[in-house]
Every structure is written in C-alpha cells, then in structure tokens.
C-alpha cells in the first residue's frame, strides 16, 4: 500500500512538471507566433502607408506632369506674374483638391515662395522653413510632394503638393478599415518647428512627449475616441520605453471580449524621427492564438496524463508479475526462489565486511495431522496466519521465505547465532501463545546456523547445518529451538 502510495505521488508530481514544462513551451509558442503576427501588421501598415502616398503622389505627379511641358506656365513662372499664375493655376488645384490635396505651391530656385494656392494672399516672397504648411483656416501636419520645374536645362522653381495627415489617416481608415491616428514628439513643437502656436496640440494619453494636433482630435467621432482612449490607457504602460526608441513596432490587447491591434509607424523627416503613424485594428485573428494554445495545452495534458498511466500500468503489470515470480501465492511471502537471490548478496557482502548473518528455519508441529483432521482449507489457513503472525514480528531488514509445504525460513543480515535465536525463541512463543481458529494451540520447531565466511563455500552450508538443528529440535520433543555450531 505504501509502495503504491509512493508511485502515485511521484507519477502526479511527474505530470504536474511535465504540464508545467508542456505551459511554457506552448506558451512560448504562442508569444512566437504573436510576435510574428505583429510584425506582419507592421508590414501591413507599412504597405497600406506606401500604397495611400504613391496614389497621392501620382495624382500630384499628373499634374506636375501637365505643367512642365507647358510653354505659357513657365514663361508665367519666368515672370514671377503672381495674379495671373494663380488664375492660370486654379483649375488645377480645383482638381487637387476634389482628391483631397488641399496645398499647392510653386516656389522659386533661391528656395523661396512665389504663390502658394491654398493661401493667395498677395504678400512679399518668404522663404520656406519646413515641411508643415498653414493657411487661415487650416493647421494641417502634410506630406509633401516636390518636384523641380526646368527650362532649358534652367532650374526656374520647384512644384510643391501636400497631402494633411488628416486627410491621409481619413483615407487610410475609408481603405483599409480600422482607426489611424498620428503623434509628434514634443521638443519639435517647444522649439517651434511649426509655423503655428502651441495651442494647436493636445498632449497624447499615450505618453506625455508626445502630442495630437487637435484638429485631428475634433474630427473623430466619440465612439472612436472612447475606443482609442480605452486602448490608449490600456497599452501606456508598455510604451513608457518602446516610443522613445524612435522605431516600428506593434501590440497587442484587449478590450472586453474583441483583440485589437495597434501598430506604430515611425515617421521621420530628413532622418530626424518626428513622430508616430497609429493603426487601430480590431482583429480577433488573436484569438485563435489563444485557443491553440489551450487546446495545444489540453491536448498535450491528456496525451501526458495518458502516457504516464500507460507506464504506471507496465511498471505495475511487471512488478506483479515479478512479485508473482518470487512470491508465495498462498502466504504473501518471498519463495525460495527469492531466498537464493537474497542470500547470496549477503553472503557477497558478509565475505566483504566480515559480519555474519544468520538463517533460522522451522516448520508446524504435527501439520500432517492437522490437514488430515481438519481439512486443507483449516491447514492453509494456519500456514497464512503464521506468515503473519511471524512478518509482524520480524525485523524490517529480516528476510521471510516459505521454503516449502509447512517449512519456512528467516534470514538476518548482520546478526549471529546468539542474536538468531533470541528472534527464534521470540517467534516460538508467540506461535505458541496465538489462538488459531479450530485448531486452538499449534507450536512450531526451530533450527538456526550462522554463516562464516572464513570456511562456508555457499549459503548451501549454512542451511544444511540449520536444516539438522531443526531435526534436533524435532527429535527433542518439537517446539523447541537448537543451534548448529
């Protein structure tokens, strides 16, 4: 029972680690294929930023197209003749606009303004300081196209369309699905790299460098604000150190029941990081991760849970049926198979050390008669009921072995003669004060030989000088004890 109980505990504490293991390994495989995901919608955003640019850029470049072929245009531009290049400029920039692309300019070689067609004001030229352009109704952050305008191998100015990031996350969201949102690094607003005043920014719930423009904030809807907001808290914490680090990356959490996506895209102008492109994707493609991962771990703890119990059964089936081999069927005890095995490791081990062990045999008085008057069923009871009455009493490095029909043998490591037949005259005296059912009072003979390693060849001696002092005992009236010297 207690053997039984040892293995079940070590088979649950096997499971227990290997599930452990099975719970990291599946875990891992998870994070693995969710940073691969990840990096995918990274790619995406890439993909879908590219393909919305080049097509502004294509309309942009039709136009450019049309007008540097154009004799009367250049010449205007030759002239620096501000009214009629508007005029001459209107319908197509009437055309930009119908596609969104709200900024045109034309500037001159030396890097200044000539006209910009979104703000026709009639000002003196002013040379231009960046990227971001404004007017007195829009404060837009744009992408901006640029292209040279030559005549005869002169430079004469440059061709220059934007785009607004509003208009552009606008279009990303009518094309790909999803929330688009963009931020800027603080220091580029405190030290006025844009035209405009700081009161055109709100700082970001998303980490306090960064900055909304607030026209982007007023265009969206508040169901798109709560989500955004809901995700933005949720993810803040993560991107304490990720922004700062001016590169793409993605994440990835969840609101109530849906995953959602977020991917950042770097924004950068001339090689100086100036903020972040954002994606909002609702994708539950996330949850099948999830799934597979419990189902891998469920999975895989069934099949561990079957494997062991399939080697907790072969161990058991082989320690039966090798306890079958040794055992006594009728007694429960070793046979004398098992007594050769024993005995000649303590021989091994007594001719190593010197110590001297020690072998008793006995057997019923009178059992003959017993079976004969009371029957076998009363015979085998009594030869089960000294088994264990007799492996109660012995010590726990004794060895008990029936040797054969009512004859039985103990071995005592590490004990001598005087030793042996202390235990011998104790197991005579509880045989013989045990009240067997039926049968009332049955006494057993004793015989006992110590092994010595000096002149014994075998254990073979030793039970025949035992085997002749069980005789002895016998011939002295039985229920006795005799040493063989």
């Not at 790619?43 to 590219?50: A, I, M, Y």
């Not at 994707?281 to 999830?290: E, I, Y």
């Not at 009072?441 to 039970?463: A, R, W």
Request: glycine content about 4%; aromatic content about 16%; overall charge positive.
């Amino acid at each position: 029972m207690r053997n039984n109980l040892v293995k079940i505990i070590f088979f649950a504490f096997a499971y227990l680690a290997i599930t452990t293991l099975l719970y990291f390994y599946f875990l891992t495989d998870k994070k693995n294929r969710t940073n691969v995901y990840l990096s995918q919608q990274i790619d995406k955003l890439k993909s879908e930023f590219k393909a919305t640019k080049n097509t502004y850029e294509k309309l942009s470049s039709f136009v450019y197209d049309e007008l540097r072929s154009d004799t009367n245009f250049l010449n205007l531009l030759k002239n620096g003749d501000k009214d009629r290049l508007y005029k001459y400029l209107l319908p197509y920039y009437q055309l930009l606009k119908k596609y969104q692309i709200h900024y045109l300019s034309i500037d001159l070689a030396n890097g200044k303004t000539l006209i910009n067609m979104h703000k026709p004001t009639i000002s003196s030229p002013k040379k231009r300081s960046n990227i971001f352009s404004t007017t007195q109704d829009n404060n837009d952050i744009v992408i901006e196209f640029s292209r040279p305008i030559y005549s005869d191998h002169t430079l004469l100015g440059v061709f220059r369309s934007a785009i607004s990031y509003n208009v552009f996350k606008n279009e990303l969201k009518r094309l790909f699905s999803g929330y688009y949102e963009y931020i800027l690094k603080s220091d580029l607003i405190n030290k006025n790299v844009f035209r405009y005043g700081n009161y055109l920014f709100i700082q970001s719930d998303l980490h306090p460098q960064y900055y909304y423009e607030e026209n982007a904030i007023k265009n969206q809807t508040t169901k798109a604000k709560n989500l955004i907001h809901a995700i933005n808290t949720k993810i803040k914490p993560i991107l304490k150190n990720r922004l700062g680090k001016n590169a793409n990356f993605a994440l990835v959490t969840k609101i109530g029941d849906d995953y959602y996506t977020i991917s950042f895209l770097a924004i950068s102008y001339k090689h100086r990081h100036i903020g972040y492109l954002i994606s909002y994707k609702k994708d539950n493609t996330l949850a099948l991760f999830d799934t597979i991962f419990i189902q891998n771990l469920l999975f895989g703890s069934i099949l561990v849970l079957i494997l062991l119990a399939f080697i907790y059964y072969f161990l058991h089936v082989r320690y039966k049926f090798e306890s079958m081999a040794v055992t006594d069927k009728l007694t429960g005890i070793y046979n004398r198979h098992k007594f050769y095995e024993v005995a000649q490791v303590e021989v091994d081990r007594s001719r190593r050390n010197g110590k001297p062990f020690s072998i008793i045999i006995f057997d019923i008085d009178h059992f003959k008669k017993i079976n004969d008057h009371y029957g076998h069923d009363v015979g085998d009871y009594v030869l089960a009921a000294i088994a264990k009455l007799v492996s109660k009493n012995i010590r726990k490095y004794d060895f008990f072995f029936r040797w054969g029909g009512e004859e039985f043998v103990i071995l005592s490591p590490e004990t001598d003669a005087e030793g042996a037949f202390k235990l011998a005259e104790k197991i005579r005296k509880l045989v013989e004060s045990f009240p067997f059912e039926k049968v009332g009072k049955v006494t057993i003979s004793l015989g006992l030989s110590q092994f010595y390693p000096e002149s014994d060849k075998g254990v073979e001696d030793v039970i025949k000088r035992a085997d002749n002092a069980l005789y002895q005992s016998k011939r002295e009236g039985r229920n006795k004890t005799n040493i063989a010297l």
